[in-house]
């Protein structure tokens, strides 16, 4: 590092543009971080980065500094999530029961039971998958779908669109007039359905992807939901927002009120695109607090991404009102 510093102070400028081009195009100085499980090969890789590139650092720099002085190799969403919450977080301290009747494993979450798939085999399997949703959805959480300027309210509609173990369901179920949960995985649905159970009148579990074709695996949103009036969506579907949203057109112009919670993390340009279809369609939006560093793709500079925005629109009389909640 000092040497890079050296060469910066004696480089002329045009020579140094020739310098970083080299540097970022050229092994072994390659910047992209491939799910190695060497996280602090990642680490390496943002530090030279930003050494190199320093005007880019500035919006970063909080982020920086916990991965340097903080993060912890043994502990990857130390990375993922690149805030101190993250260590409020031990999953020793979970309690998992075990349903005899069902079979299952279930935590209480929010004074709720919250069902596991079998897939499961073991309680410490359910303690690190609670402890992982738990730091995802933490008041300080890029990751976090709601707060308390935006929110579900009482009798909305709601989609929950990739729901897994329905943990943002289940926080929202009691408040809701109907809830309609879409997740992929049939691995889910048995479990879903327990969790569920207690509200089975307002509740439709719905094992079928969101697309932009109908027929026995995929449905269009608007073909669903065309006669009905929707007031929330949540989507986190491993990186089909786009292609989803994209689709939505006809079912949000249809709709007086919507609010849409949307990941953008899961591609490098999620953020954007999406933003700029939100822009079209005329709604008003802000991005959750903080940054992510998705591991589990491949990252390039500058690496961090936006994790969730939150949108709104309301018509009122025909006339679009944007409204802030921030």
């Given at each position: 590092m000092k040497l890079f510093k050296l060469l910066k102070s004696i480089i002329p400028n045009k020579q140094k543009q020739i310098v970083k081009s080299y540097i970022y195009n050229h092994s072994p100085f390659r910047f992209d971080f491939r799910q190695d499980k060497n996280l602090n090969s990642l680490k390496r890789k943002i530090n030279l980065y930003f050494l190199i590139f320093p005007l880019k650092r500035k919006a970063f720099i909080k982020e920086i500094n916990f991965l340097n002085r903080e993060a912890k190799q043994?502990?990857?969403?130390?990375?993922?999530?690149?805030?101190?919450?993250?260590?409020?977080y031990d999953f020793d301290h979970i309690y998992v029961n075990k349903d005899d009747v069902k079979g299952l494993y279930y935590v209480i979450h929010k004074g709720k039971r919250l069902y596991y798939s079998r897939d499961y085999k073991s309680a410490l399997a359910v303690k690190e998958s609670y402890s992982c949703i738990s730091i995802e959805q933490d008041k300080k959480s890029p990751h976090r779908y709601i707060d308390e300027n935006f929110n579900v309210e009482e009798n909305d509609v709601v989609i929950d669109i990739g729901a897994a173990e329905g943990n943002f369901s289940l926080e929202v179920v009691e408040r809701v007039n109907t809830l309609f949960i879409f997740e992929t995985n049939i691995n889910w649905i048995e479990a879903l359905n327990a969790t569920f159970e207690p509200w089975k009148e307002k509740v439709h579990i719905i094992n079928k992807y969101i697309s932009n074709i109908d027929n026995d695996k995929c449905a269009t949103l608007y073909s669903l939901f065309k006669d009905i009036s929707i007031n929330f969506i949540k989507m986190d579907v491993e990186g089909a927002e786009v292609l989803i949203l994209k689709n939505l057109e006809k079912l949000l112009a249809s709709n007086s009120v919507i609010k849409l919670?949307?990941?953008?993390?899961?591609?490098?340009?999620?953020?954007?695109?999406?933003?700029?279809?939100?822009?079209?369609?005329?709604?008003?939006?802000?991005?959750?607090?903080?940054?992510?560093?998705?591991?589990?793709?491949?990252?390039?500079?500058?690496?961090?991404?936006?994790?969730?925005?939150?949108?709104?629109?309301?018509?009122m009389n025909e006339e679009l009102q944007t409204v802030s909640f921030t």
């Open positions: 043994s502990h990857s969403f130390s990375f993922i999530f690149p805030y101190s919450f993250v260590f409020n919670a949307l990941c953008t993390y899961h591609s490098k340009n999620d953020a954007k695109t999406i933003t700029e279809i939100l822009t079209d369609n005329k709604f008003h939006y802000s991005f959750s607090n903080g940054y992510m560093l998705f591991i589990y793709s491949i990252l390039t500079p500058p690496y961090f991404r936006k994790g969730l925005v939150r949108a709104q629109k309301i018509y």
